[in-house]
């Protein structure tokens, strides 16, 4: 994410509020809800900045990618590890302060979560950045 704020930086967040307040209500497929939030990041009319967009278009890929088993395939609770990660980023972007300096640093708090997640190295499940 960029250091500069865009101006359609209210646009990213009040799009991003919308969906992260249905991940929490709970009655949809959190996994669901992300991937219509990655759709809606790269409409032509959501008028944000590519900056935020790509940033946070790949977190929320990132977060989805859990349920597909990438980076690590968690067996029968790769389904509750990821809607579990998604409510957490949900709730997460609803207690942050919602601006150019909380937006950064709720991205780069959930890039470092989302690393830190198990993963694969040379065949062998291993924890941590091996991207």
Known sequence: ???TVPASL???????DEYMYRVL????????????LMGALTEPDAE???????TLYSLFGDLSD???G???DYGDGTEMIAQREIR???WDWLTTVRDADGLKTYVDRWIARS???PTFEEGRPFRGIAR
């Open 70 to 72: 990438f980076p690590f």
């Open 66 to 68: 859990v349920v597909d």
């Open 115 to 117: 690393a830190a997640l």
């Open 48 to 54: 944000v900045s590519e900056g935020s967009v790509g």
């Open 88 to 90: 957490d980023a949900a």
């Open 25 to 36: 209500k709970g009655a949809e497929d959190s996994v669901l809800v992300i991937g219509e």
């Open 1 to 3: 994410m960029t250091d």
């Open 10 to 16: 209210p646009a990213v967040i009040e799009l991003v």
